[in-house]
């Protein structure tokens, strides 16, 4: 079996990340998200929250960069993730990764295959209000946030635009046929493709 | 009026460019510097004497700049190419001594002395900072440091940011103790004629008086976080491998790390200048690598001497058109002619000059603003110079964008995951820098008024 790497890129509420959890556990390999750093936080000895709570953010404030360091926790944590990603890609696993700027991480990769979910406003207030239990304008604001905070990590990082299609191998609009059918109907597609290629 | 405007208008597009962190450093400060030619050199003084006083590639061919019997200044405005060549022979140096391993396992050596007890390391690491800065550019002492310090960390099974963070001060404040230690003292003794020796006696004692309050201080304020007592490893169990991969290469390095020390300790005697030790150490260090020499010579921080460069072009145009001696005038007539307000001027406004923006282009600025107030005042202009080194060389402390060892400390920690963020850092580092500023202005105003 050879190597592939799935990255998926999300809009918050779009369900992204499940689809990543689907297509993870159909294909019976690894998924990386914010977990990346758990081993590190555990292999330090501390709080993993101290680290997820600077992850996938732009740099803010005042920031000075000397010979390649920046002075930013964003920017450290960041490269830490790509480190991570550029490692595990390395080492010839197959992987699911989820945002992190993956794609752009491992864009000369041959075993990538990159993603990018998207969604229905009204679908992705609807599934924000039932997963958080907050009224349709919280659910919106939220959105709008974590939105926000991923496309300027995202384009701060990357070489291509956050959701622009010409980033991604697939793009697709997880509201047309809902989470689960877009996860199934992804996995039918690779694995075929995978198959094809002898990957799998 | 043209001139000062433009001169003026340059000066500050390049500090906030160069806060902006944007563009390369260099980048910025080659063009503002190219600007600076045009507009205000060029169109506005219509000057080329001007212009050739501030380039300053004459002085180069002089006996003088690479031989001085006695004190005098290397140089006196415009691109001060003794800092740069001196620089550049120290970079080369560093990357002979980081190639065979001389960082690591110093070290490594001193934390087996402190018989791998995490307290002691944490107060060893401090001198050990404290000292290597003096003579070493305080990025390549934090790299190694904050990296074995890491190392010790997860097999010692303590906190390294704390120590980071300590090793990042002691840095700062050895680097104020020499001529050599920090780049503001390179301009500041290079232009105002000043010998390894004079800063040692004057910025080096405050400097040892200060590192001494801030162990202690460090000590109390933070040996509760270094370590969970569930935690303790015995000392017997560690197996940290010390060796020296390369013999020769470690003793030649160490050979000439040595000898640099005796040339800038006595330069003033020797009258050997600090651009001729810079070549004389590269060309030592280059000779002695043989086939790596051009390996060594790649590595150089070009980037940097360019930065330098640019910075001085553009300061070179505020000195001619007569701006600086403006400022010199309103900082007299603030402190109205009261020594103590002036020198309290100087000192704090560097200090927090530096905690934001870079102390390079700051210390550059105020060198000839404290020669026009020490003639405009009748203050000894030496005076004023260990108080400007001072300032600026500690206020970089304050933040985590203040000096170049403090963004290589908390890179280098956080690529690791241990993250150090600006609450962290100013919560610790701020009340130090403040501790270390008083004594520092109680130890000016008791020896020199």
């Known amino acids: 079996m050879g190597q592939f790497i799935i990255s998926v890129g999300r809009e918050y509420g779009s369900g992204g990340h499940e689809i990543a959890t689907i297509l993870a556990e159909k294909f019976n390999v690894p998924m990386y998200d914010r977990n990346m750093l758990d081993q590190m936080a555990e292999r330090n000895g501390i709080d993993a929250e101290d680290l997820h709570k600077h992850e996938e953010m732009k740099h803010r404030g005042l920031v000075r960069t000397v010979r390649g360091h920046s002075s930013s926790v964003q920017d450290t944590i960041a490269e830490l993730q790509f480190n991570f990603i550029r490692d595990k890609a390395a080492s010839g696993e197959s992987f699911v990764v989820v945002g992190r700027c993956a794609e752009n991480v491992l864009r000369d990769n041959p075993a990538l295959i990159s993603i990018f979910v998207r969604g229905d406003e009204g679908a992705k207030v609807e599934r924000v209000s039932r997963l958080y239990k907050l009224n349709d304008l919280e659910a919106k604001a939220k959105m709008f946030r974590h939105d926000k905070k991923r496309k300027a990590y995202h384009n701060y990082y990357s070489k291509m635009k956050w959701g622009d299609s010409r980033g991604y191998d697939f793009c697709v609009n997880s509201s047309l046929m809902g989470v689960e059918a877009t996860a199934e109907a992804l996995y039918e597609m690779l694995s075929k493709f995978l198959k094809e290629k002898g990957q799998l | 009026m043209f001139a000062e405007i433009m001169a003026i208008v340059i000066f500050v597009a390049m500090f906030i460019m160069i806060v902006w962190d944007r563009f390369p450093k260099h980048y910025v400060t080659l063009i503002c510097g190219a600007l600076a030619s045009i507009f205000v050199f060029g169109i506005g003084m219509r000057s080329s004497e001007a212009f050739l006083e501030t380039i300053a590639v004459q002085g180069i061919f002089k006996p003088s700049f690479w031989y001085a019997a006695g004190e005098s200044a290397e140089q006196t405005s415009g691109v001060n190419w003794a800092t740069i060549i001196f620089l550049w022979g120290m970079m080369v140096m560093v990357e002979g001594m980081a190639d065979a391993g001389f960082f690591d396992w110093l070290c490594l050596k001193i934390a087996k002395l402190a018989h791998y007890e995490p307290t002691r390391i944490f107060v060893a690491f401090m001198v050990l900072a404290a000292v290597l800065s003096m003579f070493i550019d305080s990025i390549t002492v934090i790299l190694f440091l904050a990296a074995v310090t890491i190392r010790l960390a997860r097999t010692l099974k303590f906190n390294p940011i704390p120590v980071i963070m300590a090793e990042i001060f002691c840095a700062n404040l050895g680097g104020s103790a020499t001529m050599c230690g920090d780049p503001p003292n390179i301009i500041i003794g290079t232009s105002l004629g000043y010998s390894f020796s004079d800063f040692v006696v004057n910025t080096g004692v405050i400097g040892a008086i200060s590192l001494v309050i801030i ?226 202005m109680i130890s000016i105003y008791v020896r020199y008024l």
Not at chain 2, 381 to 401: E, F
């Open chain 2, 215 to 440: 162990i202690v201080y460090f000590y109390f304020t933070m040996r509760g976080k270094l370590q969970n007592p569930n935690d303790k490893v015995d000392p017997s169990t560690i197996d940290v491998d010390i060796k020296i991969d390369n013999l020769r290469e470690f003793l030649i390095s160490t050979f000439i790390f040595a000898l640099a020390v005796v040339l800038l300790v006595t330069h003033a005697m020797t009258g050997l200048t600090v651009a001729f030790i810079g070549v004389a150490i590269a060309a030592v260090t280059l000779i002695a690598s043989g086939r790596k020499a051009l390996k060594l010579l790649k590595r150089v921080d070009y980037f940097t001497l360019l930065f330098f460069i640019g910075l001085f072009i553009v300061v070179g145009g505020l000195e001619q058109t007569g701006v600086l001696v403006v400022i010199a005038n309103f900082i007299a007539k603030v402190s109205g002619g009261n020594v103590h307000v002036m020198l309290a001027i100087i000192l704090w406004i560097s200090a927090i000059a530096s905690a934001f923006i870079d102390n390079i282009p700051f210390s550059a600025t105020m060198i000839p603003v404290i020669k026009s107030l020490a003639a405009t005042t009748g203050l000894d202009l030496s005076t004023m110079a260990w108080t400007l080194a001072i300032g600026t060389d500690i206020g970089g402390s304050m933040t985590p964008i203040g000096a170049s060892a403090n963004v290589v400390g908390i890179s280098t920690a956080g690529k690791e995951g241990y993250p150090i963020s600006w609450a962290t850092y100013c919560k610790e580092l701020v009340p130090g820098t403040i501790i270390v500023l008083i004594v520092s």
